[in-house]
């Protein structure tokens, strides 16, 4: 059956997908997505899935609304599960409605998953709640990328102090929305935050008041939140006094990537981005029986999938040496009398990705990297190349400020690679 997904994909964080958004993701047979999604979500994709980047770079040149509208109808003529995913919540500024209307208009059938949206997570992730008791009563959400349509209050007969102003796509319009707010009346001693990258590490917020903010656009997805709530930013934000914030990695991987779970929670923004697809081999099961067999450890997943796929039982199998790796992961199905790699000898058949001395159990096409990817590539600090080729894939750009480091699986020293990199974050408290 034919069906397209509105997904709403949230602010940017990861932490913020829903259940239901990475459920639809693993299903899709094509996914068009924009510019705000967070790149590591097009990791959940299956094998073979097709996607299609349909830009939406604010203030850039775009492809039209008219034309991503196309899109979805052909892609969704072409394949039973189509997700367009979206940034944030499809209805709230998303144009999911248009979308919707498309869909509708070509009898196809469709689904809206909604996002946590920045309207609230982004204030929020800045230590600004958008209701507070006895500061305000209720929020006005409003676009500012065209000043002259914005539709707010007359603060001469309106009460607007007690509602807290968000303002989508109008940082780089700061200071004429600032003119016509204090002509509407609103008060120019009233405090402003602008929240740039909100909800992600790199999250930076600028403070000051109506009158007084101070603030350059450089391009990044930015929010202004104008009302009394905004002054709680000093006293309730954490997300951006860790040793680390403002720093950015992008580490780019094959097979699997490194735990950066440690350097994240102490402030580094690490993206995720897949430099290949990675298919199953052509290895073949029969050749298997009674035989030795040793492989790295991340490899197990894909061999066990090929096992279970083909029927093979696992006791057909002679001995069997893994790495650490390998050794954790088969604990997982019942696998326990392992040998060490590093003691195997020539009666041992090696799985691998295909060289000329093992059986292929996986192989890689390399991703095609193009200005979505390069706009996080030029945000970075550091790039960490983690791909089995050790090279960085064709069409990357790096940035004068960013360093460049390999680690080689298993990763290990990978933390302390990266603490040395930037300096011990003990240092800075």
């Not at 950015?248 to 981005?273: C, H, R, W």
Request: hydrophobic share 40%; proline share 4%; glycine share 8%.
């Amino acid at each position: 059956m034919v069906k397209v997904f509105i997904v709403g994909c949230g602010p940017g964080n990861m932490d913020f997908l829903t259940v239901k958004a990475v459920k639809i993701i693993k299903e899709a047979d094509s996914i068009i997505y924009d510019h705000l999604i967070n790149p590591e979500i097009l990791d959940y994709a299956r094998p073979g899935c097709r996607k299609i980047y349909v830009g939406k770079k604010p203030y850039a040149r775009r492809i039209s609304q008219e034309e991503i509208n196309k899109i979805i109808v052909e892609e969704a003529l072409k394949n039973n599960i189509v997700a367009r995913l979206k940034g944030g919540d499809p209805f709230l500024f998303g144009r999911g409605g248009e979308e919707v209307e498309e869909l509708i208009n070509n009898n196809i059938e469709y689904e809206v998953i909604p996002g946590v949206s920045s309207l609230i997570a982004v204030p929020e992730a800045a230590g600004i709640p958008v209701t507070h008791r006895n500061v305000n009563h209720g929020i006005i959400a409003t676009t500012g990328n065209n000043v002259e349509n914005m539709n707010i209050p007359e603060c001469r007969n309106f009460n607007c102090r007690m509602y807290t102003l968000v303002i989508f796509m109008g940082a780089h319009n700061l200071y004429a929305i600032r003119e016509k707010l204090i002509s509407a009346g609103y008060d120019p001693l009233l405090p402003v935050a602008i929240i740039e990258n909100g909800t992600y590490n790199h999250q930076k917020t600028f403070t000051g008041t109506l009158e007084s903010i101070n603030y350059d656009y450089a391009g990044s997805p930015s929010l202004i939140v104008i009302g009394d709530v905004a002054k709680y930013h000093e006293m309730f934000c954490k997300y951006e006094n860790k040793p680390y914030s403002g720093k950015i990695v992008t580490v780019l991987y094959d097979l699997y990537f490194p735990d950066t779970a440690q350097l994240e929670s102490m402030g580094l923004t690490v993206y995720k981005i897949r430099s290949a697809e990675v298919f199953p081999g052509n290895i073949s099961t029969a050749t298997l029986y009674g035989k030795n067999i040793a492989f790295e450890g991340r490899f197990a997943g894909i061999l066990m999938d090929i096992f279970r796929s083909s029927g093979f039982d696992l006791r057909w199998l002679g001995k069997i040496a893994t790495d650490n790796t390998g050794r954790q992961l088969l604990l997982n199905y019942g696998i326990f009398d392992l040998l060490d790699i590093s003691s195997i000898d020539d009666s041992y058949i090696r799985i691998g990705t295909g060289n000329e001395k093992e059986l292929q159990v996986a192989r890689m096409v390399p991703i095609k990297i193009g200005n979505y990817i390069n706009d996080y590539i030029e945000k970075s600090d550091l790039i960490v190349i983690a791909s089995m080729s050790g090279s960085l894939p064709d069409g990357i750009n790096i940035p004068e400020k960013a360093g460049v480091i390999k680690i080689e699986y298993p990763y290990n020293g990978f933390y302390n690679e990266i603490r040395d990199y930037f300096g011990d974050s003990r240092e800075k408290n």
